[in-house]
């Protein structure tokens, strides 16, 4: 069986773990694209180097052309400029829509069968103008976002409760953005839900409060600490579950952010919901009916995408 082709489109921080999960995990060939020379073929060339002491098999190559994608079964977009202190994602969003005309272009003419995902910020709009440059079907195009958002306050659940990440569900839907939705209700450990978990004394309303709060800010925390960019190893690692799901038809159920046209009320928006991933994309989105306030934090959430959204329009009128 041929190797799978896995393209990624920026080789920064991001681009670099990724390539580098793709050789440790032998999930393909992969082909680095970044506009910044001798970068790609920098980094695949010393991931390559790994190969041989970590014992996987993968092909890197370095490119600066798009014909290099060709055929690619899965292309991740982190092509663009991440944030810096004191910049929202929403700072990004001039700079990086031309980018992503770029590349939506590039992934039209070279790998339209592709399953695609985007993380460039701000994500949801991002991913929504992707789409809409590379024409690629709804179903074969996501956002990663949420896998991220929850593994997130999967970590912080798991250090205040004092058990293994392996046994803590939890799910943040909406927009990635500081107004996200952290599910609660749906969240729990060992399959309790964290409710419960107050009520018999294991967490108090204020720690779990002070956890949801920490994991809407989770990427500004970090870009603080980092001063020099946004987090990396995480995002790529949540971007590659998804990846993965779809390479090996695993039909994983995860938060992404994906194309809605009536779920939710949204028409038109990508937004975080959880959705099944399968050898066809986009299996399933799942329809979760909210109670009233996760409702209206949901609908805060759509209307900032849908702000974002109509910002994209304004600065290019093609995409109207
Ligand atoms: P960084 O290390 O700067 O890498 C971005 C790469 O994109 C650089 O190597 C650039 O040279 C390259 N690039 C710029 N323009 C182009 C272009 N036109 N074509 C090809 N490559 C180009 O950033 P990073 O890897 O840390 O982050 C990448 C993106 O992911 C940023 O937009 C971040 O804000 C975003 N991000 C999203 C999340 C989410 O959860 C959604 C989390 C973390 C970062």
């Given at each position: 069986m041929a190797r799978k082709k896995i393209a990624l489109i920026g080789a920064g921080q991001i681009g670099g773990t990724l390539a580098h999960l793709v050789g440790l995990k032998e999930l393909g060939d992969v082909i680095l694209f970044d506009i910044a020379e001798g970068v790609p073929q920098g980094k695949g060339l010393d991931i390559a180097e790994s190969a041989p002491v970590d014992g996987f098999d993968a092909r890197y190559t370095g490119a600066q052309d798009y014909s290099a994608i060709q055929g690619a079964d899965v292309v991740i977009v982190t092509a663009g400029v991440p944030r810096k202190p004191g910049m929202s994602r929403d700072d990004l969003l001039g700079i990086n829509l031309k980018v992503m005309e770029a590349v939506g272009n590039g992934i039209k003419q070279y790998a339209p069968d592709a399953f695609v995902i985007c993380i460039t910020n701000p994500l949801d709009a991002m991913v929504w103008a992707l789409q809409k440059f590379s024409g690629l079907p709804p179903t074969k195009i996501v956002g990663m976002a949420g896998v991220l958002d929850s593994a997130r306050f999967r970590h912080f659940i798991a250090e205040k409760v004092g058990v293994s990440v392996k046994d803590v569900q939890a799910y943040t839907l909406g927009g990635h953005g500081d107004d996200m939705v952290p599910l609660v209700r749906y969240s729990s450990v060992g399959g309790v839900p964290l409710p419960d978990l107050v009520k018999m004394g294991w967490i108090s309303q204020a720690d779990l409060d002070a956890m949801v709060e920490r994991t809407r800010k989770g990427g500004g925390e970090i870009v603080a600490l980092l001063k020099t960019g946004s987090a990396y190893y995480a995002p790529a690692a949540s971007a590659i579950s998804m990846a993965e799901s779809y390479l090996k038809d695993q039909r994983r159920m995860l938060p992404c952010a994906a194309h809605l046209?009536?779920?939710?009320?949204?028409?038109?928006l990508f937004i975080g919901v959880p959705v099944v991933i399968g050898a066809n994309g986009v299996e399933r989105i799942v329809d979760i009916e909210f109670t009233g306030e996760e409702k209206a934090m949901f609908e805060k959430s759509v209307a900032s995408v849908q702000g974002l959204v109509d910002a994209c329009k304004t600065i290019n009128p093609s995409l109207a």
């Open positions: 046209s009536s779920q939710y009320g949204v028409d038109g």
